[in-house]
């Protein structure tokens, strides 16, 4: 399976942005998410989107993270602002070939990226 690439992140100080960007999801995709994973920490969804533009977020990121979809380049980004310290994590972009029912659904997720790294320090 072709696996998608994540690019974008960095290190930054806390209340800092950073716009993450994905491609290379396949053109059956339905729903485009994005997971982190911080050390120790169970992999999380954080933000979904799908080729309606329906969006989910995790409470965590509400109000802080943005995904959105440019549909001319096949590119997701995340938008992520007023980053925190628990926001050190790397980040997993995904796509499905399902729709929006899947929520945050890992097993549902036929693509993966190696992911980017978010680093947040004080």
């Known amino acids: 399976q072709v696996q998608v690439l994540e690019s974008g992140g960095g290190s930054v100080q806390a209340g800092g942005s950073l716009r993450l960007s994905c491609e290379g999801f396949?053109?059956?995709?339905?729903?485009m998410a994005w997971f982190r994973q911080a050390p120790g920490k169970k992999r999380e969804g954080v933000a979904r989107?799908?080729?309606?533009?329906?969006?989910r977020y995790a409470d965590s990121v509400k109000g802080r993270f943005a995904i959105s979809k440019d549909n001319a380049k096949n590119i997701i980004y995340l938008q992520v602002n007023s980053l925190k310290l628990e926001d050190t994590a790397m980040y997993y972009c995904?796509?499905?070939?399902?729709?929006?029912?899947?929520?945050?659904?890992?097993?549902?997720?036929?693509?993966w990226g190696q992911g980017t790294q978010v680093t947040v320090s004080s």
């Open positions: 995904a796509a499905s070939r399902h729709g929006s029912w899947i929520g945050f659904s890992e097993e549902l997720f036929n693509q």
């Open positions: 989107i799908d080729n309606g533009g329906k969006t």
């Open positions: 396949g053109d059956d995709s339905k729903s």
